[in-house]
């Protein structure tokens, strides 16, 4: 049995260190090719080699007027920054009536709303595109944002966590004589701090790497994102090099990154006490 035991505690080991490893190495190998002299062949590129060249790349992508990797982080934190507060007020509140208060039809609707996450993003694309055209929110903040607001996975994440908290405080606030919006905003919303934080960061790094519907709804390079300029690096009529083109990756990643590392806790806590009800 200890043989077992110790055979089966390494296997999950292992299966963990392959994970991690397969999740690791790209950003890994961009990190190495960017810290490399500029010419060294791809198989000696498994390590970065030249912290001074690799200085000099992303100054050059920083500098660069024809890539204006900046202007396009701005325009993509905007619009990423947008849309999760958005999703956090939209979902929050259909959570809050889906999670402490019943009507006709609730289930219904709930199992409607999480049939949503089995469609395919590029069955919504066209719809979404002409009622974006007729409202005319072409290349515009608006237009990027609003329609990534509904989410059925952050719906999910807030409701599963207020069905823990206790119908109670629902009936404290209205003992206390507040109003049906303000127990969800002076006593609800405030509890679900780990939800909110949670659905802050998935939402933000989804926005922050979200390059199909920016391609879709932005045609000036005044709009673009980041996803659209790194990817413009990559095109068949792209003049720029491979270390220009992965020194642009890496900068695009830091910030989503960052934010991952501070607040990971957070997301554990908050998926782990999703299927916890009180």
Same mark, same amino acid.
């Given at each position: ?7 089966? %505690?390494?296997?999950?080991? $292992?299966?963990? $260190?392959?994970? +991690? +490893?397969?999740? +690791?190495?790209?950003? #890994? ?5 960017? *810290? ?31 890539? %204006?990797?900046?202007?396009? @982080?701005?325009?993509? !934190?905007? !619009?990423?920054? !947008? ?14 009536? !889906? ?41 515009? $903040? ?15 994440? *807030? ?42 960061? #998935?939402?933000?790094?989804?926005? #922050?790497? %979200? ?27 792209? #003049?720029?090099?491979?270390? *220009? ?6 900068? @695009? ?26």
């Amino acid at each position: 049995m200890k043989m077992i035991h110790l055979f089966q %505690n390494i296997s999950r080991w $292992l299966v963990a $260190l392959l994970c +991690v +490893v397969v999740a +690791v190495f790209p950003l #890994w190998y961009t990190f190495s090719v960017v *810290f490399s002299p500029p010419g060294t062949p791809v198989t000696q590129q498994l390590y970065p080699s030249s912290f001074s060249a690799g200085i000099e790349k992303i100054s050059a992508v920083l500098t660069e007027t024809n890539l %204006n990797i900046l202007k396009a @982080s701005m325009v993509t !934190f905007l !619009f990423a920054a !947008f849309q999760v507060v958005g999703m956090v007020i939209v979902t929050s509140l259909a959570a809050y009536e !889906f999670a402490l208060f019943d009507f006709p039809g609730k289930n219904f609707l709930f199992i409607l709303a999480l049939s949503s996450l089995m469609m395919p993003t590029v069955v919504t694309l066209i719809p979404l595109f002409q009622v974006a055209i007729k409202l005319k929110w072409l290349n515009t $903040l608006q237009g990027l944002a609003i329609p990534g607001m509904a989410s059925a996975l952050a719906l999910f994440i *807030f409701r599963q966590f207020m069905e823990s908290l206790s119908r109670e405080l629902v009936d404290a606030g209205r003992v206390d004589g507040a109003s049906h919006f303000g127990i969800y905003r002076l006593i609800i919303l405030p509890l679900c701090q780990n939800a909110i934080l949670t659905v802050t960061v #998935w939402a933000f790094v989804n926005a #922050w790497a %979200n390059y199909i519907w920016p391609l879709v709804i932005i045609t000036k390079p005044d709009m673009f994102t980041v996803s659209l300029v790194a990817a413009a690096q990559v095109g068949q009529r792209s #003049w720029t090099t491979v270390d *220009f083109a992965m020194a642009t990756y890496l900068i @695009s990643a830091i910030p989503p990154i960052i934010l991952y590392v501070f607040l990971q806790r957070y997301i554990i806590q908050g998926f782990s006490t999703t299927g916890l009800k009180g």
